[in-house]
C-alpha cells in the first residue's frame, strides 16, 4: 500500500518513533527504541517519488548546495505543527532520507531525565560547556533544554548558531537570536567570531567540526560568555582529548591552558532504552571543571580524569557506568540494557554492588 509522506510523519510522530528512514527500493522504516522496523503495509518507494519529495522540502539555496555536496541537512515543520530535522543523501539506486523526530515543545531538564546538576550549569555566567555523544544521542535536546531554561530565568541574549535550527525558542525572560548556517551566515567559525559583536550573554554552537570553529568558540568563552556546543565523541575525557588533538602539535600547550581555565562542564550522553515501551531514558558522564581536573587538564594528565570523576560524585560528576547502575537501581533501566551501553562492563558490575556510591541527585 503507498503510503502518503504525510501520513509517513504522522506516523513517526504517533508511534514516539525517533527516526524516519526512507530509501529507493524498501519500505520506508522507523526507529522505535532503537529498532528499525518497517512500516507496516507500506510499499517499497521508488527513486522518483524520494526526488520528488526532496524537491518539494528544499529551497533552491539547499537544492544547490545538495546538487553540489551531493547531501544536504534541513529541517521541516509538517502539516500537524511537528517538527523534524532531515538529511537526505545520495546513494546507489538513487536518492534516501534520514528523518529524525524533534520535540514540538521543549521540555525541562527534569522531564527529559536529566541529573539535576545539569540544571546548575545553567546558572554559570562564562566559559565551555561541552555536550557530546554518537549521533542520535540526545545531545541537541539537551542543549534545547537548557537554553530554555536560560530563557526562562535569565534577562539576558542568547544567540544560537546551528544548521539547522532544530528547536525554536520564542522570546522569554531573555531575547534570543538563531542563526542558520547557509541560511543567514555563511558558516559556524564565521558566525562565532561575528557574535562577539552581537552583545550575547549565552552562545549556542552548534557543532565543532573543524579547528577553525573549535578556535572560534574557546576564543568566545575566554570573553566573558558562556558557550554551549556539542562535539562527536563516546566519552567525556575522550571530548577533552580530541578538543587538543585537533590543534596543530606545537599549539598544545597552549591551548591545554586555554581549556582548563574556560571548560566548566563536558556532557557525555546515550539514550538507553527505559522499561517503559518506547522509553529512551539518558545514561549520562559529567565532568565538572573542578580544580583538580583543570590541572590534570594543563599537564596533560587526562589518562587520571576518570579517577577524579569517579571519586566526585559528591560534587555532581560521575562515569558512564555510575550512572548506568544509578538507573537500574531507579528501576528506570534493564541490566542487560545498561551491560550493553556500558563501555567498561567491570566498572558496572563494581558499581551495581553499591547501594549509595555514584547515584543521581
Known amino acids: 500500500m503507498l503510503i502518503s509522506w504525510h501520513n509517513l510523519l504522522r506516523q ?10 526512507v530509501q529507493p527500493g524498501a519500505a520506508p522504516r522507523l526507529r522505535c527504541q532503537g529498532r528499525l522496523e518497517a512500516v507496516a503495509d507500506a510499499d517499497a518507494t521508488s527513486p522518483e517519488a524520494t526526488l520528488d519529495l526532496l524537491r518539494e522540502l528544499l529551497d533552491e539555496s539547499q537544492w544547490d548546495e545538495f546538487e553540489r555536496r551531493m547531501h544536504v541537512d534541513f529541517a521541516v515543520t509538517d502539516a500537524d ?20 523526530r524533534l520535540q514540538t515543545h521543549v521540555r525541562e531538564p527534569e522531564m527529559l531525565n536529566l541529573p539535576a546538576t545539569l540544571r546548575e550549569l545553567t546558572a554559570v555566567r562564562d ?53 542558520e548556517v547557509r541560511r543567514t551566515v555563511p558558516d559556524f567559525a564565521g558566525a562565532v567570531r561575528a557574535a562577539l559583536r552581537e552583545d550575547p550573554d549565552v552562545i549556542l554552537v552548534g557543532e565543532m567540526r573543524d579547528l577553525e ?15 554551549f556546543s556539542t562535539m562527536h565523541t563516546g566519552t567525556a575525557v575522550g571530548a577533552v582529548e580530541r578538543f587538543v588533538g585537533l590543534f ?3 599549539e598544545q600547550d597552549s591551548i591545554r591552558q586555554q581549556l582548563s581555565l574556560v ?8 539514550l538507553v532504552p527505559g522499561v517503559r515501551e518506547t522509553e529512551l531514558v539518558p545514561a549520562v558522564e559529567l565532568l565538572l571543571g573542578s580544580n583538580a581536573v583543570a590541572n590534570l587538564i594543563r599537564t596533560g594528565r ?15 560528576m560521575r562515569t558512564l557506568e555510575q550512572d548506568l547502575a544509578a538507573l537500574v537501581r531507579a528501576g528506570k533501566i534493564t541490566r542487560d540494557d545498561a551491560f550493553r551501553h556500558a563501555r567498561q562492563p567491570e566498572q558496572l558490575k563494581m558499581w551495581l554492588g553499591h547501594d549509595r556510591v555514584g547515584g543521581r541527585r
Open 12 to 21: 513517526c510522530a504517533d508511534m514516539g518513533a525517533t527516526d524516519l528512514h
Open 81 to 100: 505543527g511537528n517538527r523534524f530535522r532531515a538529511n537526505a543523501y545520495r546513494q546507489e539506486g538513487g536518492v534516501a532520507l534520514a528523518i529524525r
Open 127 to 179: 566559559g565551555l560547556v561541552v555536550v557530546t555523544g554518537p549521533t542520535g544521542s540526545g545531545k541537541t535536546t539537551t542543549l534545547a533544554s537548557l537554553v530554555h531554561v536560560i530563557n526562562s530565568e535569565r534577562a539576558c541574549h542568547i544567540l544560537t548558531i546551528e544548521d539547522p535550527i532544530e528547536y525554536v525558542h520564542g522570546n522569554a525572560r531573555a531575547l534570543v537570536s538563531q542563526r
Open 213 to 227: 570553529t573549535m578556535r572560534a568558540t574557546l576564543a568566545a568563552a575566554e570573553t566573558g560568555h558562556l558557550v
Open 248 to 250: 596543530p602539535a606545537e
Open 263 to 270: 571548560l566548566r562542564a563536558v556532557v557525555a550522553q546515550r
Open 302 to 316: 587526562t589518562e587520571q580524569i576518570r579517577s577524579v570523576m569517579e571519586g566526585s560524585a559528591a560534587d555532581g
